[in-house]
């Protein structure tokens, strides 16, 4: 055989052992095997075998562990340990707060998907379903967005008291205390449907049922604090808040100054040994009216009153709002969505020891409870709630484009309008798949921290598109406020979401990539628990083992990526035929890539990657799309495949998968190493870009379903609130839509008669008086057209006011 068929031979097996992740001792057999037929039948010259049996040695040594590790391991674990990069306290928290999940699968480079297809459809408890459909729908009746953002700057007595009547506060909190204990999901549409209504009302229920003092208790409360507070919490009887932000500290939040000192002092008449604590703090979300606080601060004991150490750390402890020293009551005012937040500050407050959660044995844990917590707490809340407003955007829009004619047509026939519409379509199907199946991750007992990051950043920002989207279609409409603007509120809202919890830019330079790079890598973790291992031959057993496979995973991944990136990703094996088969396929293809460039990215760049913010925000960026992506298949399975909705899971998968592609090629660009940057540009993009956004046809097709009453345009309204009423414009819009369709061919046979010069009037009721006149339309048929245009000039009119309506009363 010719050089070069042997050439080809050894570049294949070698590609094929690695594509196949084949592990050593297997690698090792099958390129003797080949160096045996080769010595036997290649036509070689006697040095130039001998040279090849000396390189297969060596390679065979790799499989003697102590030959590995004397030679090779040994040098590469000493460097390893002096480059590892300094790990605090809290960042260790951070790290192994909650678990990996499908985020996991996507570091590998080879996803299991069946590890997502074993995840059952979302599904809520029949008690569940009865509270979506009853006090959750009758307390959107009852909500009145405008009355709450623009009249009273609050709920109504009546408000509250439904909230409390009903346990929405409580819906974390077991049975056995009093609660609903209702599982995320059932949280999470709760919160959308609330969101479709009012935001006002969706941030009040949405704290409680957060990361805030019934979480906290219920995970490290001790078994006093539980029975006391949980009850009260359930039953409406206490309200309460969590704070931690102040003047100074912001997203830094270990970095807070407020201090708690362990002192003698009189509580309740008595002499005993407590905390007298000082603190500043502000944006406290219902603490104007909250009657327990959670309070995060700093602890300190010099006089070791309650043990050896002087200063503990961050502790969190529940305090009465009534306890002498505290100031509170006054509002801030958040971008005209005037939920409860104000400022609340405590000047030598004296409390018990036992008001620490979970006792003393909790001093200094405080961080560690509220990073486990937000790990999980973080995927519901505010991705729900974006989720809620945007589907109702979405909703109305729809609606919208198809009555608000211009030029003669609805204006979601221009080009222009529908590719707002299509893309809102597109974001709020992402979104919904995103939440849905999250949640029903958590419901079925996963934690995992890096999707509730991703969800956090990309829910809030699809919902900040999907805002401005529909502002943009509604024109005008959307601008003026009144009762009858249902988008203006929301619009302003978007910058609440996008700042708690994490402000947006920090969770994508920092949380998402940051902490998924360590704790979703199959080795990297453990790599760097075997450095860190006091016992430093038992640790380099380990960092041997880990590295060979690590070495391994690397070369395979670098093998998949090229081989899927020269073939297009067409014959990499997915679980599914059918239409979806490629976005599994080309998931697969850069689940790959992103774990080679994560390897390479950590590798060149060690703990320098912590400070290059822009290199692990695209990084990121492609973890979250590809996670994305993978949330819209398993939705679209979820919801029993059916076939009108394929243009929403194209539409979404296209972009996602583009935006993947368009990050890798950003990230090439910027990475620091131009050498390793080419090389990754030859495993990556061999073929260059290929992949393209969707097109301005699937745009249209999605239009059309969106402004039109189809079940693709109520699915993706699913939960959301939509009762046909008077105050409720989202069921007006809605209604007048279906009527549309209905009048069709009339207003069509009046505009026939136009067109024809059968009809002179210019203005529309004077047009249908016309045909009414001229037996163009019945009598009945004109009173419909009539009826139909009187309707669409209501629900896309708005509102004014007389001068002193508008007037404040006073800040
Ligand atoms: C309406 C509302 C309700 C709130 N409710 C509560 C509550 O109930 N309890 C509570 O304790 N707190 C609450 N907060 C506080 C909220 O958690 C903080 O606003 C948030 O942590 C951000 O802090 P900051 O506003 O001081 O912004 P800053 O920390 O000053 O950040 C400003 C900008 O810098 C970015 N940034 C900061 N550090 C980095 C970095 N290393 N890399 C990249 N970007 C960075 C941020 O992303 C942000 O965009 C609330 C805030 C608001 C607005």
Redesign the pocket.
Known sequence: MGTLIWLVLLVGTLLTLAYRRTDLKTSTVVLGALLLVYLLFGDGGFLWKLLLIALFALFALLNVEQFRRDNITRRLFGIYRSMLPSMSKTEQEALEAGNVWWDGELFTGMPDWRRLENLPPPKLTPEEQAFLDGPTEELCRILDEWQITHELADMPPNVWQFLKDHQFFAMIIPKEYGGLQFSPLACSMILAKLSSRSTVAA?TVG?PNSL?PAELLLHYGTDEQKQYWLPRLASGEEIP?????SPR?????TALVDHGVVCKGTWQGQETVGIRLNWD???????PIATVLGL?FKLYDPEHLIGEVDAYGITAALIPMDTPGIEVGRR?F??N?P?Q?GPVRGHDVFVPLDAIIGGTKMAGQGWHMLVQQLAVGRSIVLPSNALGGAQAALYATGAYAKLRRQFNLPIGKFHGVGEAIARMAGNVYTMMAASRVTCTAITNGEKPSVPSAILKYHNTELGRQVAADAMDVHGGKGIMLGPKNYLARGYEGV??AI????????????IIFGQGAIRCHPFVRAEMDAARNPDRDAGLIDFDRLLFKHLGYGLSNAARSLVMAVTLARFTDVPVAGPTRRYYQHINRYSASFALITDAAMFTLGGELKRR?LISARLGDILSYLYLASMVLKHYQDQGEPAEDLPLVEWSCRTLLYKTQEQFHGLLRNFPNRWVAALLRFFIFPRGRTYFAPSDVLGQEIVELMINPTPTRDRLAAGIYTAVEPGNQLGLLQQAMEIAEQVKPLERRVFDARRAGDIKADDTPSQIDEAEQKGILTPTEAEAVRAFDQRMLDVTGVDDFAPDELRRKGA
């Open positions: 941030s704290v805030g808040c969590f704070a931690l932000t500290v912001g997203s830094d939040a703090k502000r944006y406290i979300t219902l603490a995060a801030h958040p971008i969505i939920f937040n910058p609440i700042t708690v919890e994490g402000a947006n830019i920090l969770t994508r330079n920092l913010e």
